[in-house]
């Protein structure tokens, strides 16, 4: 959810793959955010990430992290970005309106 006030909360519990492993992935964040139009800069975030696959705990890296601006589009009830992790890596995200 981004607020009106500059404020948001995300999220996520899902499936992920890494390679040919199924896992499951939840996480929470929150910070303040910057709308640049077709990107947006999160600032002040705080959260947890987790990832199981195969039974084992996988470390995620956080938005924590993030300090570009993060291209995003809006298509209907959707909301979907790409940011960069460390290491050249990209992940995209798809949120639904509730």
Not at 64 to 91: I, K
């Amino acid at each position: 959810m981004f607020g009106r006030d500059g404020t948001f909360l995300a999220t996520l519990v899902g499936r992920c793959r890494f390679q040919h492993a199924s896992g499951a992935v939840e996480g929470e964040w929150a910070g303040e955010y910057r709308d640049e139009g077709d990107a947006f800069v999160l600032i002040g975030v705080r959260g947890r990430i987790s990832a199981e696959i195969q039974g084992m705990s996988v470390p995620l890296a956080t938005w924590e992290r993030v300090t570009a601006p993060v291209p995003y589009r809006v298509a209907g009830g959707e909301l979907t970005f790409r940011f960069p992790m460390p290491g050249g890596a990209t992940v995209e995200l798809t949120y639904q309106a509730a």
